[in-house]
Nanobody, 125 residues
Framework: VQLQASGGGLVQAGGSLRLSCAAS????????MGWFRQAPGKERESVAS????????DYTDSAKGRFTISRDHAKNTVYLQMNSLKAEDTALYYC???????????????????WGQGTQVTVSS
């Protein structure tokens, strides 16, 4: 599976962005997909994840109510809609794919097998 993230940019606080992650590979639909972010000097942290069918999602506390993860199997793409952006959302955002390992939390980056190259999100205050 190869992943290509896009959609980052510079936005004012309170604004919105939609990140996309295009995947190649026939088995995309079987993978759990996640979005992570890493700010300078900080560890990579989970933002959101979604199961293979799109029926189960999980968010970090700071993303709940503001971000929405979704996937489109026909387009082999995962999205992260980000609303009400804050300066603290500034980071390099990565998408990742994890083979299904059961009904567990997929917030641990070590569970993921494939990573995209990252897309920069900068929120000005």
């Amino acid at each position: 599976v190869q992943l290509q993230a896009s959609g980052g940019g510079l936005v004012q606080a309170g604004g919105s962005l939609r990140l996309s992650c295009a995947a190649s590979g026939r088995t995309f639909s079987t993978y759990v997909m996640g979005w992570f972010r890493q700010a300078p000097g900080k560890e990579r942290e989970s933002v959101a994840s979604i199961n293979w069918s799109g029926t189960s999602t999980d968010y970090t506390d700071s993303a709940k109510g503001r971000f929405t993860i979704s996937r489109d199997h026909a387009k082999n793409t995962v999205y992260l809609q980000m609303n009400s952006l804050k300066a603290e959302d500034t980071a390099l955002y990565y998408c990742a794919a994890a083979a299904y390992r059961g009904s567990i939390s997929y917030g641990n980056p070590n569970l993921y097998d494939y990573w995209g190259q990252g897309t920069q999100v900068t929120v000005s205050s």
